[in-house]
Each structure stands twice: as structure tokens, then as C-alpha cells.
């Protein structure tokens, strides 16, 4: 990853859960996007383009559900320890967002990440951390679940980086969808088998159109977009709402009622950009990240994954 952005991780395999810590540069601008019908999120409301905070002090990307959003508590305590956050008259408060994935599925259904391994995550994060697949977040996440979990196979996180001249956009996604990955030729990548091996929807979007074999907020990518570009925080909304046709291309059907899928922008204004040329790569890189990570995916409590 970019030298200004640390990456941290806590992976509990034992449980198939874990936690993301993504530390960004000071002065950072920072927003966000929700389209999925099923989010689970904290501090959100601070990153609308309206609201006074511009930038944060870290975000966490964390399995559990609900139960899992405790554990930035961690995260704020270490970081008011560090003298890091947003200065009152009586003390720093960290400016500490948040955003679960479902893996209650897996695993120990009643393990979750908790404030101690937010601030392990935390202790970790490093720069050029590349770590992917069944890493941190992505532990427990699976795709293709429409049709239910027994018919699943193994997400996790991907990376991805695009570059224009002097400005980068480089994305951190943990793919947890209920529907199918595709790849670039329209193909499936990855999601719901059968006992066979061969993927139920087979293209047939009529496959997609019954009830899902899911529960509510069973599922959700999370995509973190992470550039040097100049923005304001009202662009850096903007960029993060296009994200989403990252998603919407590759992942199929994306954005459902059951999922809560969400998009994070974090700039650390640096050079000059068009806008409209740093949306087109931020697209395609959440594409690329997706793919990635279901590339990267390991088998993990019996659920099959490509790598």
C-alpha cells in the first residue's frame, strides 16, 4: 500500500473472524457512500459531505456484525492514549468510523472482535502491507451465498492500485456479497456450486430472481478507496458513491436488501487530478480488488476458496 496509509490486521482463524485497522496521514479528507439495503456502521454520519469533521484518525473494517462494532472502542482509547484525535477545550477525541461484515455463518457464530483486537490490528498497521485473502476482515467472509451457505465459496480481501502520472488510487475491498463474482468476460469467478462444483446461476440472472437463501444483513462489501488526489470532501462523497459500479459490475446481484454494501474514500491531498479521471480509476480498481480478492481466498472451514 501507498507509504502515507498503515494497514493492520487481526485474523483469528480458530473463530474465522477478525478485524482491519487502516490508519490514514493527518490532514486527511474523508467520506463515504452506502447503497446495500443492510448496513452496520458507526461514526457514518459524520462523513456526509455536510457535517463539519473533514478527515479521520482510523478506520476499522470488522467481522461480528453489530457485535463486532464494539471493538473500535479500542481503537479510540488507544489512539486518545496517543494524543491522537480531534482537539477540544477537555481532551482529543478520535474521529474512529466503522463498518461490519456478517461471518456468524462460519466459524464460532459467537466469536466476534473485540476492543483488544482493534488495538492488536492497531499495533500492527504498517505501510506496504499487502496481506490479502483470509486476512484480518476477510476471515470469515463468502460469496455466492443466495442460495445459502452450504453453497458458498470463500471470499476474503483484495488489493488493488492504478496510478496516473503523480496520482494513485489504490483500494482495500473485503468481498462478503451475497451474490456471485464475476470476472471481465461475464463469467463466474466465484459463488454459489453445487455439490459438483458447477456454479447454480451458470449467467441465468433468472437463478438470482427467487427469494435469497439468506438472512438480513448477511452480506456486504466494504470498499476503501485510498488516493494522494487533490479533493474536497464533497468529491471524495462523490467518489465514493461511484464506487459503487465497481461493485455493481463484478459482483451480481450487488446491493440487494440483504446486503450492506458501503464505500469509503480517505485522500491525502497531495497532486492535482481531474476528477472525473480519478473516478474512472477508482472504478476499476474496486473491480480489480474484487476480483482479487476471491483470487486470493484460501479454503477455510469447509468452504471452498480459488487460491
Known amino acids: 500500500m501507498a507509504d502515507t496509509f498503515k494497514i493492520g490486521h487481526y485474523t483469528n482463524v480458530k473463530q474465522v473472524t477478525g478485524c482491519t485497522v487502516i490508519v490514514p496521514p493527518k490532514n486527511n479528507v474523508a467520506s463515504a457512500s452506502v447503497r446495500g439495503g443492510a448496513p452496520g456502521t458507526r461514526e457514518l454520519a459524520l462523513l456526509s ?29 488507544e489512539l486518545a492514549e496517543q494524543n491522537i484525535g480531534y482537539e477540544t477545550a477537555y481532551g482529543v477525541v478520535p474521529i474512529v468510523p466503522a463498518a461490519v461484515i456478517f461471518d456468524k455463518n462460519v466459524g464460532d457464530s459467537k466469536a466476534y472482535p473485540k476492543a483488544e483486537d482493534a488495538r492488536l490490528a492497531l499495533a500492527k498497521a504498517s505501510e506496504n502491507n499487502k496481506a490479502k485473502g483470509n486476512v484480518g476482515v476477510g476471515t ?40 456471485d463474482v464475476l470476472s471481465y468476460n461475464g463469467k463466474i469467478l466465484a459463488g454459489a456450486r453445487d455439490e459438483a462444483g458447477r456454479f447454480l446461476a451458470e449467467n441465468k440472472t433468472a437463478h438470482y430472481r427467487k427469494k435469497p437463501q439468506v438472512g438480513l444483513a448477511d452480506n456486504t462489501v466494504l ?18 458513491d461511484k464506487a459503487h459500479f465497481g461493485i ?14 458501503t464505500a469509503f474514500v480517505i485522500a491525502h491531498p497531495q497532486e492535482e487530478c481531474d476528477f472525473d479521471l480519478l473516478a474512472g480509476l477508482g472504478v476499476k480498481a474496486v473491480e480489480a480488488s474484487i476480483i482479487d480478492a476471491v ?3 484460501k479454503t477455510l472451514a469447509g468452504i471452498k476458496g480459488l487460491a
Not at 455536510?50 to 457485535?67: D, E, N, R
Request: hydrophobic share 45%; glycine share 14%.
Open 140 to 179: 470469515g467472509a463468502t460469496v455466492g451465498k443466495w442460495n445459502g451457505i452450504n453453497y458458498a465459496m470463500k471470499g476474503g480481501i483484495g488489493l488493488a492500485r492504478l496510478q496516473e502520472g503523480r496520482v494513485w488510487i489504490e483500494v482495500l475491498t473485503v468481498v462478503n456479497a451475497v451474490g
Open 49 to 77: 459531505p455536510y457535517k463539519k469533521i473533514t478527515g479521520i484518525h482510523a478506520l476499522l473494517l470488522t467481522g461480528g456484525s453489530a457485535f463486532g462494532l464494539g471493538a473500535a472502542n479500542g481503537l479510540v482509547e
Open 248 to 261: 455493481a459490475r463484478r459482483i451480481e446481484p450487488s446491493h440487494t436488501s440483504y446486503d450492506g454494501d
Open 223 to 240: 470498499a476503501v478507496l485510498m488516493t494522494n488526489a487533490k479533493i474536497s470532501k464533497l468529491q471524495a462523497f462523490q467518489l465514493a
Open 295 to 297: 483470487k486470493a481466498a
